[in-house]
């Protein structure tokens, strides 16, 4: 694994948005000592295929996993994606946006805020741990299940304190999801997680 390399993937199903994504990730700050790569999944059968497929094509040891029409606006990401993982080994995993409640957005107390789960359509890691794709066979739930399979090796899921926002999303942030089939997998393979954050937070997750 390389500790000097950071790694973006995201899954494709259209160019002009995946070029203008990986435009925006090219014009980011580099520290001294480190480099980019970027992989770009075409044609993935589910977002957790997709990302497992480039998580074990890549050795870097930081992997930022966005969607194609995400742009990171926040030139010194990288500076503070780094700062906050070599400075707290115990986070997992971090992203732009999640829940602690019923609350979408949590108030950022402190350099980051420890959260239930992360939206997708950022997440950072400095551990690779495998998406659940023998699970999660579309697109949707497979950001909260991640979310909760690094909780489930002890590690954090966190949103950091950001003055300016980091990145701009086409798209709805935290967009109503497919309440079927896939938000009852979700609810059969970690309610116990659930329930314990429940207890924890004195007030009811909602997923």
Sequence with gaps: MDSGKVCFILCSDDEVRA????????????????????????????????????????????????????????????????????????????????????????????????????????????????WREDLFRGWDYYDYSQSLEFCRAGYKAVVPEQYEPWCLYDNKILAARNDGQWRQVFLNEYNDLIEKWNEKAGRPMNV
């Design 19 to 130: 070029q203008e994504c990986e435009s925006h990730i090219q014009q980011l700050n580099v520290p001294d000592g480190f480099e980019t790569d970027i992989l770009i999944v075409q044609g993935a059968e589910s977002m957790c295929s997709g990302y497992n497929e480039a998580m074990r094509a890549s050795d870097a040891k930081y992997k930022v996993y966005l969607h194609q029409d995400v742009s990171i606006v926040n030139r010194s990401f990288i500076f503070d994606m780094l700062l906050l993982f070599l400075d707290n080994p115990d986070i997992g995993v971090l992203g732009v946006a999640g829940n602690e409640s019923q609350d979408v957005f949590p108030k950022i107390q402190g350099e980051y805020q420890e959260v239930f789960v992360l939206d997708g359509f950022l997440m950072a890691t400095q551990y690779d741990i495998p």
